[in-house]
């Protein structure tokens, strides 16, 4: 599966934005999808994940801010982030990762940047 990431760009703290993962090239259906983000020298951090039954997950300092949902007719998740803060501002990645086979693809980042 190829994932594209889109969505990403430059807000004010309080403002929103919503990130796109676009997939193709498999049954998107199949995967359970996550994002990420990184920071210049630091480790990639999980974000939020949705299975492919639609469950969700979050780390503590999105919670109640950023929403993961999928659309398998398009064969995209999205990420909608609310009340964004400057330290939310990072390179944001999508995951695909198959439920059979574990198989793991990442998609190219998106940079989102807050401002204060």
């Known amino acids: 599966v190829q994932l594209q990431a889109s969505g990403g760009g430059l807000v004010q703290a309080g403002g929103s934005l919503r990130l796109s993962c676009a997939a193709s090239g498999s049954i998107f259906s199949l995967y359970n999808v996550g994002w990420y983000r990184q920071t210049p020298g630091k480790q990639r951090d999980f974000v939020a994940a949705?299975?492919?039954?639609?469950?969700?997950i979050y780390a503590d300092s999105v919670n109640g801010r950023f929403t993961i949902s999928r659309d398998n007719a398009k064969n995209t998740v999205y990420l909608q982030m609310n009340s964004l803060k400057p330290d939310d501002t990072a390179l944001y990645y999508c995951?695909?990762?198959?439920?059979?086979?574990?198989?793991?693809?990442w998609g190219q980042g998106t940079q989102v940047t807050v401002s204060s």
């Open positions: 995951n695909g990762k198959h439920v059979i086979t574990k198989k793991n693809y």
């Open positions: 949705i299975t492919s039954d639609g469950s969700t």
